[in-house]
């Protein structure tokens, strides 16, 4: 049986954070909704130099300074803030990692699903050839329009993983539950910035997929609930990920409790939703907070709205401690420098236009930096940090 995994995993964020008691008071809401009843503590904006790019690069280029780039031979980008309807993020971040060009690039879309699928993907290609390693990064920016429901749920991440053969973090196991459902309750048209989103209909539709996905999984001779010692779920906002768990508890008839997933939610509080790096960010948590988990048995469940979800597991490895780096993952988060609402909104409504050549601020502390628009084009430099 294939043990191929996630053998090592890093996350980025951007320069900025929102605090979501400033957001509450600013549009005249009780900061508890969104502290309790959305469950979110702040949220990561980027700077005008910072974009899905960016973040992925700088996540992969801290994961491949650990681990080289030999045997690298593919490169999978999951986003949906694509920066080019044709060409793929993951060429971008190829190019400013100074790759091998025997490793193919590819960008990957099914909103915040397309990191599983990316996953999975990888894993075909290891079990094919275990000598091989491939990157994969989920990268996002969330938005939605400034005073909508949806605006404090949004966020910005990237996480990138390496997917080997013989994996230090998590063996992926064999078995997966998939569900697709066509269903319009997000998405975002190709003349938008910001996203479409029927927030009660994506709520009922993440716990549709989520009950699919389950009872193709268990169909399919997955493990038995009882004996998954954890759980991280898809989350937009934690909340949602809490609905989840009852949501399983209930349709499986079994009691699960809240500390099953409690340690998977701590991050994501603070970066906001990050689409398709979401529930690997609930991954790096649960890993970073708790340091018994050798040899647990982790379900994780993927959404992606549109819609497509995926229930699979997979087992902690003995030596996970060796590769985790708790301190680097938090200062990822604590190093941000914090904006107010004004300067939020002015960032929010900032889009450049592909007609203009322009020059963005040097702002972001980051190793790369998005330097603006010439002849159409995007430009990427290193900031040498
Ligand atoms: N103190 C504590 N909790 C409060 C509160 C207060 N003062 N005021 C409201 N709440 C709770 C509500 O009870 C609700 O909790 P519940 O769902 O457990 O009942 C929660 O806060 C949200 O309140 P609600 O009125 O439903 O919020 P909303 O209509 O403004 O929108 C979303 C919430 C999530 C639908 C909205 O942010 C959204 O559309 N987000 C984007 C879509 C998304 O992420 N979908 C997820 C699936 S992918």
New binding site residues.
Partial sequence: MSTAGIHDLELATTHHVLDMADLAAARGV?P??YL???GQSRMSVPAPDEDVVTMAATAASRLLERHGTEDLRALLVATETGVDQSKAVATFVHGMLGLPSSVRSVELKQA?YGGTAALQMALGIVAREPSARVLVISTDVAR?ALGT??E??QGAAAVAMLVTAEPALLAIEPVSGLATIDVDD?WRPNDSTTAV?D??L??GA?QNSLTAAWDDFAARGGAPIEQIDRFVHHQ??T??ARKAHMTLARHTGVRLSGAQMESGLAYNRELG?SYTASLYVALASLLDAEDDLAGKRVGLFS?G?GSVGEFFTGIVGEDYLAVRRPEADRAVIEDRVPVGVEEYMALHRRVLSSEEDAETPRVTRAPFRFAGIQGRARRYEATGR
């Fill in positions: 009780d508890n909704k309790v009843g959305i915040c939605y429901p949806g404090p749920t997000f989103v927030g009660a994506s709520m993440y937009p906002f909340k949602m939703n959404y709205s």
